[in-house]
Protein backbone atom coordinates (compact mmCIF):
# COMPACT_ATOMS: atom_id res chain seq x y z
CA UNK A 1 0.00 0.00 0.00
CA UNK A 2 0.92 3.29 -1.11
CA UNK A 3 4.74 2.11 -2.66
CA UNK A 4 4.41 3.08 -6.51
CA UNK A 5 4.99 0.59 -9.37
CA UNK A 6 6.87 0.99 -12.53
CA UNK A 7 7.73 -0.61 -15.78
CA UNK A 8 11.22 0.47 -17.03
CA UNK A 9 12.04 -0.72 -20.90
CA UNK A 10 15.61 0.15 -21.99
CA UNK A 11 16.11 0.32 -25.58
CA UNK A 12 19.34 0.63 -27.91
CA UNK A 13 19.87 4.59 -29.04
CA UNK A 14 22.20 5.15 -31.07
CA UNK A 15 26.03 4.15 -30.34
CA UNK A 16 26.84 3.23 -27.02
CA UNK A 17 23.27 4.84 -25.41
CA UNK A 18 20.35 3.76 -24.19
CA UNK A 19 16.83 5.28 -24.03
CA UNK A 20 15.32 4.14 -20.83
CA UNK A 21 11.09 4.09 -20.59
CA UNK A 22 9.88 4.26 -17.24
CA UNK A 23 6.10 4.06 -16.70
CA UNK A 24 3.56 4.04 -13.81
CA UNK A 25 1.47 0.71 -13.97
CA UNK A 26 0.18 1.42 -10.32
CA UNK A 27 -3.28 1.65 -11.30
CA UNK A 28 -3.00 -1.18 -13.75
CA UNK A 29 -1.59 -3.85 -11.17
CA UNK A 30 -4.37 -2.35 -8.99
CA UNK A 31 -7.15 -2.85 -11.53
CA UNK A 32 -6.06 -6.31 -12.18
CA UNK A 33 -5.53 -7.54 -8.82
CA UNK A 34 -9.56 -5.75 -7.92
CA UNK A 35 -10.72 -7.80 -11.11
CA UNK A 36 -9.24 -11.20 -9.82
CA UNK A 37 -10.53 -10.55 -6.48
CA UNK A 38 -13.71 -10.06 -8.12
CA UNK A 39 -13.78 -13.25 -10.05
CA UNK A 40 -13.08 -15.74 -7.42
CA UNK A 41 -15.64 -13.76 -5.25
CA UNK A 42 -17.81 -14.62 -7.53
CA UNK A 43 -17.02 -18.05 -8.34
CA UNK A 44 -16.94 -18.41 -4.27
CA UNK A 45 -20.02 -17.52 -4.30
CA UNK A 46 -21.66 -19.57 -6.87
CA UNK A 47 -19.62 -22.84 -6.05
CA UNK A 48 -21.86 -22.94 -2.14
CA UNK A 49 -24.94 -22.99 -3.65
CA UNK A 50 -24.22 -25.20 -6.79
CA UNK A 51 -22.66 -27.75 -4.26
CA UNK A 52 -25.80 -27.96 -2.26
CA UNK A 53 -27.63 -28.40 -5.55
CA UNK A 54 -25.12 -31.25 -7.11
CA UNK A 55 -25.62 -32.83 -3.55
CA UNK A 56 -29.61 -32.87 -3.12
CA UNK A 57 -29.45 -34.04 -6.96
CA UNK A 58 -27.09 -36.89 -6.10
CA UNK A 59 -29.14 -38.35 -3.15
CA UNK A 60 -32.61 -37.83 -5.48
CA UNK A 61 -30.76 -40.48 -7.60
CA UNK A 62 -31.79 -42.92 -4.70
CA UNK A 63 -34.85 -44.25 -5.85
CA UNK A 64 -35.87 -45.17 -2.47
CA UNK A 65 -36.26 -42.10 -0.94
CA UNK A 66 -39.59 -40.97 0.50
CA UNK A 67 -42.06 -38.26 -1.39
CA UNK A 68 -41.38 -36.52 1.85
CA UNK A 69 -38.40 -36.04 1.92
CA UNK A 70 -37.83 -35.84 -2.25
CA UNK A 71 -40.59 -32.80 -2.26
CA UNK A 72 -37.95 -30.89 1.15
CA UNK A 73 -34.90 -31.49 -1.36
CA UNK A 74 -36.40 -29.95 -4.02
CA UNK A 75 -37.17 -27.20 -1.80
CA UNK A 76 -33.70 -26.82 -0.50
CA UNK A 77 -32.33 -26.90 -4.30
CA UNK A 78 -35.26 -23.93 -5.05
CA UNK A 79 -33.65 -21.86 -2.40
CA UNK A 80 -30.46 -22.38 -3.44
CA UNK A 81 -31.03 -21.07 -7.18
CA UNK A 82 -33.12 -18.22 -5.93
CA UNK A 83 -29.81 -17.23 -4.35
CA UNK A 84 -27.89 -17.94 -7.66
CA UNK A 85 -30.18 -15.53 -9.77
CA UNK A 86 -30.05 -13.08 -7.56
CA UNK A 87 -26.76 -12.84 -7.22
CA UNK A 88 -26.49 -13.18 -10.99
CA UNK A 89 -29.13 -10.57 -11.39
CA UNK A 90 -26.97 -8.18 -9.26
CA UNK A 91 -23.77 -8.94 -11.07
CA UNK A 92 -25.52 -7.80 -14.12
CA UNK A 93 -26.98 -4.51 -13.02
CA UNK A 94 -23.35 -3.70 -11.84
CA UNK A 95 -21.95 -4.34 -15.17
CA UNK A 96 -24.73 -2.72 -16.53
CA UNK A 97 -24.01 0.48 -14.11
CA UNK A 98 -20.18 0.20 -15.47
CA UNK A 99 -20.38 0.45 -18.83
CA UNK A 100 -23.43 3.00 -20.02
CA UNK A 101 -23.84 6.35 -19.46
CA UNK A 102 -26.85 7.91 -17.02
CA UNK A 103 -27.61 10.95 -19.36
CA UNK A 104 -29.47 8.45 -22.06
CA UNK A 105 -32.25 7.43 -19.77
CA UNK A 106 -32.59 10.72 -17.31
CA UNK A 107 -36.41 11.42 -16.56
CA UNK A 108 -38.09 13.47 -13.69
CA UNK A 109 -38.33 10.91 -11.34
CA UNK A 110 -40.76 11.66 -8.85
CA UNK A 111 -40.10 10.11 -5.44
CA UNK A 112 -43.56 10.20 -4.38
CA UNK A 113 -44.54 7.48 -7.20
CA UNK A 114 -41.33 5.06 -5.72
CA UNK A 115 -42.30 5.67 -2.18
CA UNK A 116 -45.55 3.47 -3.10
CA UNK A 117 -44.04 0.51 -4.04
CA UNK A 118 -41.14 1.05 -1.74
CA UNK A 119 -43.68 0.78 1.57
CA UNK A 120 -45.66 -2.01 0.03
CA UNK A 121 -42.17 -4.37 -1.08
CA UNK A 122 -40.88 -3.30 2.48
CA UNK A 123 -44.19 -4.20 4.43
CA UNK A 124 -44.18 -7.34 2.30
CA UNK A 125 -40.71 -8.19 2.95
CA UNK A 126 -41.32 -7.51 6.89
CA UNK A 127 -44.03 -9.47 7.22
CA UNK A 128 -45.74 -6.96 10.31
CA UNK A 129 -42.58 -8.08 12.03
CA UNK A 130 -41.15 -4.00 11.91
CA UNK A 131 -42.94 -0.77 12.46
CA UNK A 132 -42.32 1.03 9.62
CA UNK A 133 -42.81 4.49 8.40
CA UNK A 134 -42.51 6.57 5.03
CA UNK A 135 -42.58 10.43 4.71
CA UNK A 136 -41.91 12.54 1.61
CA UNK A 137 -42.11 15.89 2.83
CA UNK A 138 -39.57 17.14 -0.05
CA UNK A 139 -42.32 18.46 -3.08
CA UNK A 140 -39.63 18.02 -5.93
CA UNK A 141 -38.38 15.32 -8.13
CA UNK A 142 -34.99 13.76 -9.04
CA UNK A 143 -33.88 14.45 -12.47
CA UNK A 144 -32.57 10.81 -12.88
CA UNK A 145 -33.09 7.20 -14.07
CA UNK A 146 -35.94 6.04 -11.89
CA UNK A 147 -35.32 1.99 -12.27
CA UNK A 148 -31.68 2.74 -10.61
CA UNK A 149 -33.20 5.03 -7.64
CA UNK A 150 -36.06 2.74 -7.04
CA UNK A 151 -33.13 -0.22 -6.69
CA UNK A 152 -30.90 2.28 -4.94
CA UNK A 153 -33.42 3.22 -2.07
CA UNK A 154 -35.18 -0.41 -2.05
CA UNK A 155 -31.33 -2.30 -1.44
CA UNK A 156 -30.73 0.25 1.79
CA UNK A 157 -34.89 -0.51 2.74
CA UNK A 158 -33.84 -3.96 2.53
CA UNK A 159 -30.91 -3.67 4.46
CA UNK A 160 -32.51 -1.62 7.04
CA UNK A 161 -35.76 -4.46 7.22
CA UNK A 162 -32.35 -7.67 7.26
CA UNK A 163 -29.89 -6.02 10.08
CA UNK A 164 -33.58 -5.29 12.38
CA UNK A 165 -34.57 -7.59 15.01
CA UNK A 166 -38.40 -8.41 14.86
CA UNK A 167 -39.96 -4.64 16.79
CA UNK A 168 -37.28 -2.75 16.08
CA UNK A 169 -38.19 0.27 13.92
CA UNK A 170 -37.77 1.86 10.18
CA UNK A 171 -38.29 4.91 8.90
CA UNK A 172 -37.34 5.98 5.36
CA UNK A 173 -37.61 10.27 3.56
CA UNK A 174 -37.47 12.18 0.99
CA UNK A 175 -36.62 15.97 2.97
CA UNK A 176 -34.55 18.91 2.16
CA UNK A 177 -30.91 19.01 2.95
CA UNK A 178 -29.04 21.68 4.69
CA UNK A 179 -27.94 23.08 1.25
CA UNK A 180 -30.80 23.34 -0.68
CA UNK A 181 -30.77 19.99 -2.39
CA UNK A 182 -32.85 16.83 -1.44
CA UNK A 183 -32.03 13.79 0.55
CA UNK A 184 -33.42 10.29 0.82
CA UNK A 185 -32.71 8.67 4.30
CA UNK A 186 -32.96 5.42 5.96
CA UNK A 187 -33.07 4.64 9.65
CA UNK A 188 -33.07 1.55 11.34
CA UNK A 189 -33.23 0.72 15.23
CA UNK A 190 -30.78 -2.67 13.90
CA UNK A 191 -27.68 -4.45 14.90
CA UNK A 192 -25.49 -1.50 13.51
CA UNK A 193 -21.70 -1.57 12.42
CA UNK A 194 -19.01 -1.43 14.02
CA UNK A 195 -17.24 1.99 13.00
CA UNK A 196 -13.96 -0.03 11.50
CA UNK A 197 -16.27 -1.83 8.99
CA UNK A 198 -18.02 1.38 7.71
CA UNK A 199 -15.97 2.66 5.32
CA UNK A 200 -15.42 -0.97 3.55
CA UNK A 201 -19.48 -1.80 3.71
CA UNK A 202 -19.61 -0.33 0.11
CA UNK A 203 -17.12 -2.82 -1.56
CA UNK A 204 -18.16 -5.39 -3.74
CA UNK A 205 -18.88 -8.98 -1.26
CA UNK A 206 -17.89 -6.50 1.48
CA UNK A 207 -20.02 -7.93 4.58
CA UNK A 208 -19.20 -7.63 7.96
CA UNK A 209 -20.99 -10.98 9.11
CA UNK A 210 -21.04 -13.53 5.81
CA UNK A 211 -23.87 -16.20 7.37
CA UNK A 212 -26.28 -13.49 8.55
CA UNK A 213 -26.39 -11.76 5.38
CA UNK A 214 -25.82 -15.23 3.35
CA UNK A 215 -29.02 -16.14 5.62
CA UNK A 216 -31.24 -13.35 4.96
CA UNK A 217 -30.69 -13.44 1.57
CA UNK A 218 -27.63 -11.31 1.09
CA UNK A 219 -25.20 -11.39 -1.89
CA UNK A 220 -23.30 -8.52 -0.92
CA UNK A 221 -23.28 -6.33 -3.72
CA UNK A 222 -26.67 -4.29 -2.68
CA UNK A 223 -24.36 -1.23 -1.22
CA UNK A 224 -21.77 -1.43 -4.16
CA UNK A 225 -25.07 -0.92 -6.49
CA UNK A 226 -26.34 1.87 -3.83
CA UNK A 227 -23.13 3.91 -4.17
CA UNK A 228 -22.72 3.26 -7.87
CA UNK A 229 -26.38 4.50 -8.50
CA UNK A 230 -25.67 7.93 -6.37
CA UNK A 231 -22.67 8.94 -7.49
CA UNK A 232 -24.04 8.56 -11.56
CA UNK A 233 -26.56 10.79 -9.88
CA UNK A 234 -23.78 13.42 -8.42
CA UNK A 235 -25.08 12.53 -4.96
CA UNK A 236 -23.16 10.83 -2.14
CA UNK A 237 -23.94 7.82 0.61
CA UNK A 238 -23.65 8.86 4.01
CA UNK A 239 -23.36 5.95 6.98
CA UNK A 240 -23.59 7.03 10.44
CA UNK A 241 -24.02 3.49 12.56
CA UNK A 242 -23.81 2.18 16.27
CA UNK A 243 -23.58 -0.88 17.33
CA UNK A 244 -26.81 -2.35 19.37
CA UNK A 245 -28.07 0.96 18.35
CA UNK A 246 -29.37 1.26 14.90
CA UNK A 247 -27.66 2.69 11.26
CA UNK A 248 -28.72 5.75 9.34
CA UNK A 249 -28.15 5.59 5.63
CA UNK A 250 -28.83 8.60 3.16
CA UNK A 251 -27.95 9.69 -0.40
CA UNK A 252 -27.98 13.66 -0.57
CA UNK A 253 -28.68 15.28 -4.05
CA UNK A 254 -27.08 18.07 -5.04
CA UNK A 255 -29.63 21.08 -5.60
CA UNK A 256 -28.71 21.13 -9.58
CA UNK A 257 -30.08 17.31 -9.56
CA UNK A 258 -34.34 18.73 -8.01
CA UNK A 259 -36.70 19.62 -10.11
CA UNK A 260 -39.97 21.15 -9.72
CA UNK A 261 -43.28 18.66 -9.80
CA UNK A 262 -44.94 20.23 -12.17
P1 LIG B 1 -25.71 -7.78 1.86
O1 LIG B 1 -26.34 -8.40 0.66
O2 LIG B 1 -24.77 -8.69 2.58
O3 LIG B 1 -26.70 -7.11 2.75
P2 LIG B 1 -24.75 -5.11 1.21
O4 LIG B 1 -23.74 -4.67 0.22
O5 LIG B 1 -26.14 -4.58 1.04
O6 LIG B 1 -24.72 -6.68 1.21
O7 LIG B 1 -24.23 -4.71 2.66
C1 LIG B 1 -22.91 -5.06 3.04
C2 LIG B 1 -22.83 -5.36 4.52
O8 LIG B 1 -23.06 -4.15 5.27
C3 LIG B 1 -23.88 -6.33 5.02
O9 LIG B 1 -23.49 -7.67 4.85
C4 LIG B 1 -23.98 -5.95 6.50
O10 LIG B 1 -22.91 -6.55 7.22
C5 LIG B 1 -23.73 -4.44 6.49
N1 LIG B 1 -24.99 -3.65 6.51
C6 LIG B 1 -25.60 -3.06 5.45
N2 LIG B 1 -26.71 -2.39 5.84
C7 LIG B 1 -26.80 -2.56 7.18
C8 LIG B 1 -27.72 -2.10 8.19
N3 LIG B 1 -28.77 -1.34 7.88
N4 LIG B 1 -27.48 -2.46 9.47
C9 LIG B 1 -26.41 -3.22 9.80
N5 LIG B 1 -25.52 -3.68 8.91
C10 LIG B 1 -25.70 -3.36 7.62
Redesign the pocket.
Given at each position: QGSLMLMVQIFPYGENRKLLLSQDITILKKNESMRQDFVANVSHELRTPLTVVSGFLETLRDLKISKVDQSRYVDLMYAQTSRMMTLVEELLILTRLDSSPLTSKTTKVIVEDLFDKLLVDAKSLSQGKHLIEANCSLKMAILGSDSELLSAFG??I???I???PEGGKIIFEWKSDQDGGGVFF?K?S????ASE?IPR??E???????S???D???????????KHVASRHNAVLKIE?ELAV??D?SIHFPKDRLVELN
Amino acid sequence: QGSLMLMVQIFPYGENRKLLLSQDITILKKNESMRQDFVANVSHELRTPLTVVSGFLETLRDLKISKVDQSRYVDLMYAQTSRMMTLVEELLILTRLDSSPLTSKTTKVIVEDLFDKLLVDAKSLSQGKHLIEANCSLKMAILGSDSELLSAFGNLIVNAIRYTPEGGKIIFEWKSDQDGGGVFFVKDSGIGIASEHIPRITERFYRVDRSRSRDTGGTGLGLAIVKHVASRHNAVLKIESELAVGSDFSIHFPKDRLVELN
